[in-house]
């Protein structure tokens, strides 16, 4: 059971991330900047949650922070058009700077440890992870048995259709970005409050990418989604039992199973593999 517990509370920040950006890449869009707004949410949520001495003010701070740099990424690929990998990018950078500055400015250091308040509610009850697979079924509902979800499918390959159809093709872009960022800041906040109860310099560790990946592994679809995102969550768990039983190897040989897994995977399982037709093509409605 507890081997089972860990693989979930592994592989939550990379399958809350996945799960947003499964909805985002159904409608359309590819959200490079995924890892950014995760940071950024992880350090808001621990800077709020130990100034206030309160865990679900931070995990609202965190959220918020996500969904604010999510609806500015919008402003540019939606709204303007603008290439949404290079938006995405800028996203990474800005919030890797950011954090790193405020976080070295305001607690001297990268190697300084917080202690900042759990999540765990009477100290043992995980509410998240208890909603982890609650949100994929909501999820998978919403996109596959709901006239919303067809609409925001039909957005993701032919928007014209769409637009056709009487759905604004933009609007459901937004939706799914909004959507989007507050899983991403989820599992932000997760990482950072609900495992580590502090913050650290790209704590993130390229888990926002892994969660793209997840995505064309579990080949849009948020049950498989869920399946390949707890394998990477097995692996995690698996590299931190070879750190505690095997001497003499380098850590970081430990620390790279998760990603060498997840890249393996993909090779295999993407071949053939077939993306919404209008991902990441920035959409212009025609007059």
């Given at each position: 059971?507890?081997?089972l517990?860990?693989?979930?509370?592994?592989?939550?920040?990379?399958s809350?991330a996945?799960?947003?950006?499964?909805?985002?890449?159904?409608?359309?869009?590819?959200?490079?900047?995924?890892?950014?707004?995760?940071?950024?949410?992880?350090?808001?949520?621990?800077?709020?949650?130990?100034?206030?001495?309160?865990?679900?003010?931070?995990?609202?701070?965190g959220?918020?922070?996500?969904?604010?740099?999510?609806?500015?990424?919008?402003?540019?690929?939606?709204?303007?058009?603008?290439?949404?990998?290079?938006?995405?990018?800028a996203?990474?950078?800005?919030?890797?700077?950011?954090?790193?500055?405020?976080?070295?400015?305001?607690?001297?250091?990268?190697?300084?440890?917080?202690?900042?308040?759990?999540?765990?509610?009477?100290?043992?009850?995980?509410?998240i992870?208890?909603?982890?697979?609650?949100?994929?079924l909501?999820?998978?509902?919403?996109?596959?048995?709901?006239?919303?979800?067809?609409?925001?499918?039909?957005?993701?390959?032919?928007?014209?259709?769409?637009?056709?159809?009487?759905?604004?093709?933009q609007?459901?872009?937004?939706?799914?970005?909004?959507?989007?960022?507050?899983?991403?800041?989820?599992?932000?906040?997760?990482?950072?409050?609900?495992?580590?109860?502090?913050?650290?310099?790209?704590?993130?560790?390229?888990?926002?990418?892994?969660?793209?990946?997840?995505v064309?592994?579990?080949?849009?679809?948020?049950?498989?989604?869920?399946?390949?995102?707890?394998?990477?969550?097995?692996?995690?768990?698996?590299?931190?039992?070879?750190?505690?039983?095997?001497?003499?190897?380098?850590?970081?040989?430990?620390?790279?199973?998760?990603?060498?897994?997840?890249?393996?995977?993909?090779?295999?399982?993407?071949?053939g593999?077939?993306?919404?037709?209008?991902?990441?093509?920035?959409?212009?409605?025609?007059?």
């Open positions: 059971m507890e081997i517990l860990n693989i979930l509370r592994f592989s939550a920040p990379v809350l996945a799960m947003g950006e499964t909805v985002g890449q159904k409608s359309g869009l590819i959200n490079i900047g995924l890892e950014g707004m995760m940071l950024t949410a992880a350090y808001v949520s621990v800077e709020v949650a130990t100034r206030s001495g309160n865990a679900w003010l931070g995990l609202l701070s959220v918020l922070a996500a969904v604010v740099m999510g609806l500015v990424q919008a402003l540019f690929t939606i709204k303007w058009a603008i290439d949404q990998v290079v938006i995405g990018t996203i990474n950078l800005a919030a890797i700077g950011l954090t790193s500055t405020l976080f070295e400015a305001n607690y001297g250091g990268a190697g300084k440890l917080l202690d900042a308040p759990s999540l765990l509610i009477a100290g043992k009850y995980d509410v992870l208890i909603l982890l697979i609650p949100f994929f909501a999820v998978t509902w919403a996109l596959f048995r709901t006239n919303w979800g067809l609409a925001l499918r039909a957005t993701g390959e032919y928007p014209d259709a769409a637009e056709a159809a009487g759905f604004s093709a609007g459901l872009r937004y939706q799914a970005q909004l959507i989007g960022a507050i899983f991403a800041g989820l599992a932000g906040v997760y990482l950072s409050l609900g495992i580590a109860s502090s913050f650290a310099i790209n704590m993130t560790a390229g888990r926002g990418f892994v969660a793209i990946a997840m064309t592994f579990g080949r849009w679809k948020p049950l498989w989604v869920l399946g390949a995102s707890l394998l990477v969550g097995f692996a995690e768990s698996l590299q931190y039992l070879l750190q505690s039983t095997s001497s003499g190897l380098p850590p970081q040989l430990f620390k790279a199973i998760p990603y060498l897994l997840a890249l393996a995977v993909l090779i295999v399982v993407g071949r593999t077939v993306a919404p037709a209008s991902l990441a093509v920035p959409y212009r409605r025609s007059k």
